[in-house]
């Protein structure tokens, strides 16, 4: 599970675009979001990488990641 702090999501329609974009790329990914939290969580066979670039060309690029696993 890959998780993302998306600081650009305020609104239901930003969770409805995440999704869309992460389907797109992996029909298969399960996705949950935290709109208040402002994250993501993907499980998918598409790498972190790969996942962090669908998320930027859709608008939300994630905040760096933290050194804390």
Do not use: N, W
Request: hydrophobic content about 45%; charged content about 20%.
């Amino acid at each position: 599970m890959h998780r993302f702090t998306l600081p650009d999501m305020s609104c239901g329609h930003c969770v409805a675009a995440i999704t869309e974009a992460l389907k797109a790329a992996d029909s298969q990914a399960r996705i949950e979001v935290d709109r208040e939290a402002r994250t993501a969580a993907v499980e998918s066979q598409l790498p972190r990488d790969a996942l962090a670039l669908v998320l930027t060309e859709a608008g939300y690029p994630p905040a760096p990641a933290s050194t804390a696993a």
